[in-house]
């Protein structure tokens, strides 16, 4: 009496019977490979609507130049004006879903602009950090002014000059105990210094409180 055949398939030629030690090492296999790619899928998913979200804090002119979709284009626009909790996370998955219509070539142009934008602004923050201690450094003392014109030898010489000694006047206390006075000069010193880190001209930098200079 012949035996009845086993139930299975061939892997590589090697023959898998059903409900063996093999088989089931082959089911959690291929079961561990469909649960990886269903999370790498979601993963990539949410990354997306991470990367659309934050489209919102690219500058307008630099947004425009991507030459987005019209869709994603007026999705963001929506999606400043909802300041609802969860409208704002339905209009993000929203946002995500449009995102995922993009091809590589533009997810990869939206990822370089906003790394762009992130370095400029932190490069920005550390020309403020430095402009301040150069601020303090040149009104404390005159070595601070020459290592200062050694160093950027197309400072105006005579500008700066004017600026370190009228500050250092301002802030003598007009009573003992009294708190320095900071004017016009103290501001200046810093759009000066600031715009010569950044690379810009002076007139090129934010004006400080120009309603208060009217007080000086």
Do not use: C
């Not at 879903?97 to 939206?110: S, Y």
């Amino acid at each position: 009496m012949s035996r009845k055949p086993k139930k299975g398939y061939f892997v590589r030629g090697q023959f898998v019977a059903e409900g063996s030690e093999l088989d089931l090492e082959m089911k959690a296999e291929l079961k561990g490979t469909a649960d990886a790619t269903r999370t790498d899928l979601k993963r990539e998913s949410t990354e997306l609507q991470k990367l659309g979200e934050d489209l919102l804090t690219l500058r307008n002119e630099v947004r425009l130049a991507l030459a987005l979709p019209e869709k994603l284009e007026d999705a963001l626009a929506d999606a400043r004006k909802i300041t609802n909790f969860e409208g704002r996370r339905r209009q993000g998955q929203f946002i995500g879903k449009l995102m995922r219509k993009l091809d590589e070539e533009q997810v990869a142009a939206v990822r370089a602009a906003l790394d762009a934008q992130q370095r400029g602004s932190a490069a920005e923050a550390a020309a403020l950090h430095e402009a301040e201690a150069w601020r303090v450094a040149l009104i404390d003392s005159d070595e601070s002014v020459q290592d200062w014109i050694s160093r950027f030898p197309q400072t105006d010489i005579q500008q700066l000059r004017a600026l370190v000694r009228q500050a250092r006047k301002d802030a003598v206390p007009e009573k003992p105990g009294a708190a320095p006075r900071h004017g016009r000069a103290y501001r200046e010193i810093f759009q000066l210094v600031r715009a010569t880190l950044l690379g810009d001209t002076p007139d090129d930098a934010p004006a400080e409180d120009d309603e208060d200079d009217r007080d000086d």
